[in-house]
């Protein structure tokens, strides 16, 4: 399968990241399998806007949790992960968060919002797509293949 990472350099040996805020799976390194996501990713750095594209297959060892669609799991997931609590999985896949539905998000933390309300909310964003690789044994699963600039 490929994935996209968007960003403004060309990324040809991923490695973990551990900086700025937390988010929704934790930290490391995000792709998606949507090109056009990675491109909104891209366009949000500074110039130049890249997207590296890579081959993932990932190894039988791996520890991989894969969110079909938003659900309460996922939603006690990322909520976690926000929060700053760790998980023991090599790879996360599943739906993002964007702003508009982390906002949400806050809001059933913070109790402003149900559960029911946050699902009325969230069901009508645009599909997303993300994947992190948590940790090295996870990234060595991606090969780059090529970048282009926006």
Known sequence: MLVYHGTNTIVTKPAIR??????????????????KQAMRWAISKRDPHIVCIFEYTPAPDLSIKVFPEMSDEWLDFVARCRKGYSHEYDIVEGPMADDEVWNYVEDFLSGQIRREAFWELAKFKHPTHQILFCNDHALESLTFVDSYQL
Do not use: I
Request: charged share 20%; proline share 0%; with cysteine.
């Open 18 to 35: 551990v900086v700025g805020y937390n988010k929704d799976f934790g930290y490391g390194f995000y792709c998606t399998k949507l090109e």
